[in-house]
């Protein structure tokens, strides 16, 4: 099978290890005449850029995007983006008994199960610069999302117990868990620090909240614009729930209190609450939708744990080296990425969907 | 776009509106060969029919499946499947201000503004009554799965603040809102009966397990079948959240409790907890999936609320008739449905993912 | 596998065996908006209707097709369109040793090499009765292409040795071949009642001219609109070739000859021949597109014919009953209507070639 | 829309315009476990590199490729393989009218209507040189199918006017225009050079033979292996028809010389000839399949030709550079590997077609 595309009408591929020679995405379906360069793929690669904090890996990738196709003088011109990323550091070193155990939380059981062998250098495919890929493709959809008028606000909400009290979306760039909430930030620091100390990981929960959403996106059965987005938020690797606007406190509540009643504002009709989340019965209905995805804590922790190797036998494993105490802060990029997909996605398959609307395309 | 058909290898097209002639489902890639008859998938729909208590509408539905294909001498052919269901009551009838209304909760708006117009009678495209086609499907992929020895335990996990206390499988059938609790499915019921005189509603979870599936199935990147499940679920109407394992939970917890250590018991590799809900990497590990949907309220109350009309006329609207107080007991069987679909897919996808495989198929 | 399905954008599933209780097709990605009654689809089926002359069989097929879902006041709603017709005789009779027997040039072989037995009453699947479905979905493809101007011709071009002369689009329904010519319609007529005599039958060619064809529909790579159409023709039970502009002879012209030059005649740029059959690169040029489609002798002769039975023993095979001694008159609007699927497939995939249009929707 | 990519099962995207930087591939759904390394793909490539004859372009294209991903240890791991080949000579040069005029038979003017602009270096997406991903992914599905006993014999049948007139398949390799025909071959020379002369361009046909194919690969109605072959074969630049067995000569033809008919040979059931071209009702009938490709002459001629610019202005366009008398040697590994494209994913897809072989596989 072939599970590494992503999208109907705005298609993308990825492809690549994390120990192999490069990652690589390819776009299509672009539109023509985007105004597209190299930075604009950067900005959004940089902000999933290890080393950025004591809370992510030390790592050095630098991570520097080539476009390889589909631009030309500056603008998209219909024709599939490639878009490269070299693997730095590739020497071929001794993985020792990685190469034969199963690491509590990874793959690597799986693949072995599934593929009879595995790539056992780093995380291969299930590795977190697979979404490499995905930001960069994240990145060129959210500048077409953003030509007509749909913007993005990602951010942590929690980290283990620390949830945000206040939210300033000014704070998200200020502070190294990109919370929108900078005293909260603070106090999820001094947890981080508690878990390195205690060779552990935390998990935590990413807010998506998109604005400028015209109604009428999305389908009403299986590609329900709500159903789309969570396939491809919890496609991410860590992500354990996805919910929609109120989500999981939908179900404690009542008739009378979750549905959002309309009202007309100034000639325009609108919905006075959102605990639906800006989707009806899959279609997007024009106020922001709220997305909230729960992580994982980081499985590689620098214990030692308890597994078993490839033969069946049960040791101690400790895995060396540095690994970020928590995915979230670098997560939250992806999460938009692939919100951003789903969108676009959903923003090209809506133009058919009236006889008006493609009469009036044709017979312009 | 073309909304109404889900999975690639295991394919369902469903059809009809709550108040047209009929509904229906077409099932294409069936493998020939399964014994299938319409008891089969009467069984099935029985589960979501109305009428079974007083916390499902009262509706005469009597939902009769007919096979119109596909089947020859008791066998799937390999053709595809056509399953009708007609509707019983299609009086033309006054439909009121509902015809001009917004209903608050439902997909009236949105439609409208995608389509330009809408069927208003009843849900149209985005009423329950769409899942009986889903439900048909999903009785046969669960005859398939049960070939291969999974098994599915779905049952309500909560309405309102009711939570259950206990787990005896035994249980479920035996009670109005299938819970392996009969002491919680009282006090569930006791708390209908209050939301039903407050002219209110209610939401609740459901939960999903299955054994029996074989390690390996689901891809690594897009297709994981935890993102191919999340979408499958999230496509039911009423679903606000959908979450594997432990679900927003692993955000607040540690690695070191979180990571599902490995032991070899009786010569088996064997997960000690299963924090992970039966999937690593988007990939089946041998124990049982898990998997929580949380299902909104009933957004039709018979409380009067405030909304608007098409034309943005603010007015009060009272919806008659009776209504389910809670749709979950009915979504029981959809929501495994659709996990069996999500399910079956992934089976025959990965029937090619070594060459070791491909080999003996051919080769024998 | 899943092969009843055709189209992205819109979409259509077929069902139904020649021998069930129904056969029909569910068309899904309609806009909504479009007028549409069952008159629409009728006479499209009746362009296919079995005895209309001497050389169609003589069964009596009402084929009325009736339409379950999608149409809301004469409209279509966006929903999925679900069409059925029912099959009026199914009484179970003998079907002696058609049920053992490998009719030589269908598919009973194959069938049972794949599935490993079949439906042996008629055709199943591979009946030339499944292409009900397409048709009925054809009509509706044709009658949105009609609103954005395209317009097709479709006719028998030859019958065995008997080739067209002229071209006189009136005689095409003039004529029980529906060739353009009334002479060789003549001529051909006379050569099907020496092959009746013979007890044998013929094949013959079929073309089909589009015109008002807007240019830019098709993609440049793998979806290129020739490609495309081919597919869609030479999935039709009998094709053996498709042909696009001078199709074969292209093989022995040379460049000059064969490339069509370019002139601006009024303000507008146009080709001066078409040899590419109006397609270049894959993509529609605005002039008409041509495509000729090769249809083998009707396999079912009454002549006694060499063949085995299941288990491998030889055996005589004579086919009882009225069978058409030419499929290709029959043919002529189903291989119209797999242009129009195809055609309606790209014209609403085209709509998000550039972000001016994407801009321009959405800005509005 | 997004038509860069081929193939369900075993899925490919290729990517790069001729006078980019690079061009590639990405194949997915390659089982794990196949042996690969990049000689058996540079020896697939090098059958269409040019220079190799007085008939195809002198320039030098070293087109080496470099696997990216996907292959660990020699062996394929199930991730997607990506696959790049450097453009060796991208020097900015002057295009002179070639940036505003339209060249006949190029897709210059199409591309300038579907997109509003072009990249008028080179042919863009619409060169011959997006091929190179085609046959390095053909490469690999051709190692698969082989290791399943499929073969493929595939050569030039007709260049211009001549055509072959033996079949001696130890021929194909000793003559550049890979003719299994000597004799014939030294004739289209002797024609190509006269081509050559008048500044002209030929045309020519190619047949694949392909053996060794189990029986019931391919679908009944949509997904006929016919059909899936039609698209591949059609999706190549300069194909203008596609032939499956007897192709057009089955339209002359009659049901009795047409059948083939049944016969038990050694206690196999064998069909005693091959009209149909391998295939019966779509589906795969174990004798061998034989398709037929019509290829236009090179549009690129170096005589003046009558055009028009972007602007409409009517002008005389002169082609400079070396340019194929004819792409009928070169097209033959690209036919080739596009048919074994769809076959693979044919293979694949045939794996889930019965119970007993779901069951098979997973019960061991």
Known sequence: MSGSTYGNYFRITTWGESHGKALGVVIDGCPAGLHLEEQDIQSFLNRRRPGQSRYTTSRKEGDQAEILSGVFEGKTTGAPISILVRNEDQRSRDYGNLAVCYRPGHADYT????????????GGRSSGRETLGRVAAGAIAAKILSAVGIRFCTYTASIGPVHIQ????????????????????????AYLEDCIKKQDSSGGTIVCEITGVPAGLGDPVFEKLDANLA????????????????????????????????RNINGRITKMTNHAGGILGGISDGSPICLRAS??????????????TQ???????????????????RAVVVVESMCALALTDALFSNMSATMDSVAAFYNK
């Open 311 to 329: 033969t069946g036998e049960e040791t101690a494993l400790t895995i060396n080296g540095r690994h970020d105490p928590v995915i979230v802060p």
């Open 111 to 122: 693949f072995d199960q599934k593929y009879g062998f595995r790539d056992y250098r780093g």
């Open 295 to 308: 992580i994982k804590p980081t499985p590689s922790i620098s214990r030692p744990q308890e597994t078993v």
């Open 231 to 262: 396939k491809a938020v919890m496609s991410i690797g860590a992500v354990k729930a996805v919910e929609i606007g109120d989500g999981i406190r939908a179900a404690a509540s009542n008739g009378s209190a979750n549905n959002d009643r309309f």
């Open 166 to 189: 206040e939210f300033h979306p000014e704070d998200i760039p200020q502070n190294p868990v990109f919370m929108p909430d900078n005293a909260a930030a603070a106090k999820a620091a």
